[in-house]
């Protein structure tokens, strides 16, 4: 007796489903926004208003709708928001979704932190259920992101959201390890979350791979993997998909080059920049400051900054693999009194995935290259981004400090900028970046060169991180392309290796002529518009008025 009513109950469920699919294509055809229009723009929908269905003809708009069982989507998505605890929509969310669930290509920008995975997750959930896709149909959607932590973070958030529908998803991430158990059941997955060496990898290697059915297409951190660094593997993914899918592109400082759009084959895309207008281009709760630092005393001013801040989380910034490996092992030894850890692209998958863990856990201090400044969500608020070494550029910039001040919580940020790159505040500035100069506390700055130089000499593996650090940090400055900010020859290069501990500076082949034919120019730095006596470096109490980041600047070499 009971195969009989399982048997009903399935067709009762599948016919449900058909009538619900039925509903919302019809809900989602009827009140679909003007194309170019931006919904978050309209009036908000009433909070008791009538949503689906009012009359035999006639539906609610969504174009307006402020939270999630305002939208024409399945009751299998909205219950995995709701069991989620998500209720009310963000701006990139309010604006985006109208949009993308009628199948538009979508273009958004936002700022960090506001909710951009929500706001592709949902229409790739709701594309499939639409189409009643299953695990014979193969791959339905793809959803690439540059750095393997932010793969498994949107990976954890698509399962939690999508719990309810009977999709199969993958995270395909990494090295050679695991490949070849996910080439058994890659051709089975219906969201594929990944980064783009791996899928290549799939597209080049696995046998019968097949995406010709794709249905939609996400680019997270778009402008990064549109960069020339994922150029090549981009290209090569870009052609093996079909061109008549659903293509949506998001990060923090967006694209509007013709030519990355003409190779995405994109079609009459919604450009949704929904914090253009803001005043400011970074979070509102994030208070920001730089400060004037020499090279020779960047490592000084580190382990005084991080001595009188022993009781944060802080997240520290540096350029290349080689410099973090060298920091993090120096101060490990001289003990500043906070646990560290470390953070780079040249660590295996599970270590990085593991130290993440841990600065999501406890409270530490996490030295990392821009590996760390795309997307990645720290469960726990990060209080202070240090960046010890300039970005490469303000979208760097905006993506090292996103990792604070994030949702609705607060943060501080502090970048120390050498005399020879202050063209770097204007840049900042002009792009509305509301960066305050401050002056340290000079009665707080410890030297450590002292400290470094009997450490190098008790520990050779250290004393030989230092030298590759000293190297891969210059080669870091010589390969940038804007020598308005990055010029090593205005680097006081002696001084900085002696602050480093080293008893003389490594050579360094790649500089010889050019160090020879130019002399360091000597920078007087503007005066500091504020200053602090409670520490080695603190956000000022009073109100912040000036003004209305493979690795970015990173180097593994």
């Known amino acids: 007796m009971r195969r009989p009513k399982s048997r009903r109950f399935r067709q009762q469920s599948r016919l449900s489903e058909l009538q619900e699919i039925e509903l919302l294509q019809s809900w989602i055809e009827s009140q679909k926004p003007d194309s170019g229009s931006n919904p978050r723009s309209l009036p908000p929908l009433a909070s ?4 689906g269905r009012l009359d035999a003809s006639s ?5 307006g709708a402020t939270k999630f069982d305002q939208l024409p989507i399945s009751k299998k998505t909205k219950d995995g928001l709701r069991e989620a605890k998500y209720k009310k929509m963000t701006d990139i969310q309010r604006a985006s979704l109208p949009h993308s669930l009628c199948g538009r290509d979508v273009l958004g920008a936002a700022k960090t932190g506001s909710g951009k995975t929500l706001a592709f997750i949902i229409p790739v959930l709701e594309k499939l259920y639409s189409e009643r896709w299953s695990p014979e149909d193969g791959v339905g959607s793809i959803i690439i992101s540059p750095t393997r932590e932010l793969a498994g973070q949107l990976f954890d958030v698509l399962r939690v959201v999508g719990r309810h529908h009977g999709f ?19 051709n089975e997955l219906n969201v594929l979350v990944c980064t783009p060496g791996r899928l290549l990898q799939h597209m080049d290697e696995t046998p019968n791979f097949d995406c010709s059915q794709l249905q939609v297409l996400v680019l997270d951190e778009a402008d990064r993997i549109l960069d020339v660094g994922f150029k090549k593997a981009l290209n090569a993914i870009i052609s093996q998909l079909p061109k008549q899918r659903q293509t ?8 509007k080059s013709v030519q990355d759009l003409a190779r995405l084959s994109l079609k009459d895309p919604e ?8 005043v400011v281009a970074t979070p509102n709760r994030l208070q920001q400051t730089a400060m004037i630092v020499p090279l020779e005393q960047k490592m000084d001013m580190l382990w005084s900054f991080i001595k009188a801040h022993c009781r944060s989380r802080i997240l520290v910034f540096l350029s290349s693999c ?10 490990k030894k001289l003990r500043p009194g906070i646990p560290l850890k470390c953070l780079h692209g040249r660590m295996k998958q599970e270590k990085r995935m593991g130290i993440y863990s841990q600065f999501c856990e406890q409270q530490s201090l996490l030295f990392s290259t821009d590996v760390a400044a795309r997307g990645l969500d720290f469960n726990k608020a990060v209080d202070w981004v240090v960046q010890v070494d300039c970005p490469e550029d303000v979208a760097s910039y905006i993506h090292r400090v996103g990792r604070t001040a994030r949702y609705h919580s607060g943060g501080r940020s502090v970048l120390f900028l050498m005399p020879s790159e202050m063209k770097m505040l204007e840049k900042l500035k002009a792009a509305k970046i509301p960066l305050q100069v401050i002056k340290a506390n000079t009665k707080r700055i410890q030297s450590i060169s002292h400290l470094l130089r ?3 000499a008790k520990y050779p593996n250290i004393n030989q991180l230092a030298q590759r650090a000293f190297i891969t940090y210059l080669r870091s400055i010589h390969i940038q392309k804007d020598k308005e900010i990055f010029d090593v020859t205005k680097l006081s290069i002696d001084e900085y290796s002696i602050s480093l501990g080293l008893a003389m500076p490594p050579k360094v082949r790649f500089l010889k002529n050019k160090l020879k034919s130019k002399t360091p120019e000597v920078y007087a730095p503007p005066e500091p518009e504020s200053s602090v006596e409670d520490g080695v470096v603190d956000v000022p109490r009073e109100k912040l008025e000036i003004g209305d980041s493979a690795c970015g600047n990173s180097s593994c070499l």
Do not use: C, P, W
């Open 248 to 255: 949506m592109l998001f990060s923090a400082t967006q694209t």
């Open 48 to 51: 008791d208003a009538r949503i």
């Open 271 to 278: 450009y949704l920049s929904v914090h253009e207008e803001s």
């Open 168 to 186: 199969s998803a993958g995270l395909l991430i990494g090295g050679r390890r695991d490949v070849d158990l996910e080439k058994q059941s890659v």
């Open 322 to 331: 080689k410099q973090v490996r060298f920091v993090f092992e120096a101060f």
């Open 454 to 456: 009997e450490l190098l």
């Open 59 to 63: 539906f609610s708009r969504y174009a």
